[in-house]
């Protein structure tokens, strides 16, 4: 079974643009979550989807935002970039049917954007 | 709330020698304890968890975790380092699929 992959794996923008990433999750996986990884506040939870639905949200500004297809792809935008943009942004696919506390997410290599 | 603490930010280590990573973890509900490993540029991989089943949790690569409730801890093991578990590694706790992660532990193995 293929894993989760996400596109681009590299990505440069400038100060001001938005960018929009995409993950595609494992087959029959409902559940996609996002991560932002940097060195200085590590890995913290961005949202998660399930059946095209926001279900939970972390602590970020209302410039991350993001969707979720009938084909359980999903898509995470960040509006008028900021330095601080710049990570490693995480996606995760599990199958989200318990109500995800017992779920295991499983990550996609993550896509590097560059803010200049 | 739930948290994670991982206490120490690098473990050096000899090839061969016995490997112990740690983690804390707080929280006041019932808790789905988590290790992953990251290598360089690439995304994180489980390396197994905990819900429930067995304090003892065996998973991939010789590696293992306790469960200790009494001490709010889920360090991982392995009992001889290769070269090859150089990484990063995480201990997350899941709190309704939204993991949290602690601050990561880097192994470095040493020759």
């Known amino acids: 079974k293929a894993g989760v992959t996400q596109t681009p794996r590299y990505l440069i923008k400038t100060r001001g643009q938005q960018v929009t990433l995409s993950c595609s999750p494992i087959s029959g996986h409902r559940s996609v979550s996002w991560y932002q990884q940097t060195p200085g506040q590590g890995l913290q939870f961005l949202f998660e989807?399930?059946?095209?639905?926001?279900?939970n949200k972390g602590n970020f500004p209302g410039r991350f935002s993001g969707r979720q297809f009938s084909n359980s792809r999903s898509e995470m935008n960040v509006s008028t970039l900021e330095l601080g943009d710049s990570a490693l942004y995480l996606c995760a696919s599990s199958l989200g049917t318990s109500g995800g506390i017992t779920d295991t997410q499983y990550f996609g290599p993550g896509t590097r954007l560059t803010v200049l | 709330a739930q948290s994670v603490t991982q206490l120490d930010s690098q473990v050096p280590v000899f090839e061969e020698a016995p490997v112990e990573l740690r983690c804390n973890y707080s929280s006041s509900v019932s808790v789905y304890l988590f290790w992953y490993v990251q290598y360089p540029n690439q995304g994180l991989q489980l390396l197994l968890k905990?819900?429930?089943?067995?304090?003892l949790v065996k998973g991939i690569n010789g590696f293992e975790a306790e469960f200790k409730k009494s001490e709010t801890s889920f360090h991982l093991t392995k009992p001889s380092a290769h070269m090859s578990d150089a990484a990063e590694y995480f201990c997350a706790v899941n709190a309704g699929n939204m993991l949290t992660f602690g601050g990561g532990t880097r192994l470095m193995v040493k020759p």
């Open positions: 989807y399930f059946s095209e639905t926001q279900r």
């Open positions: 905990y819900t429930s089943a067995a304090t």
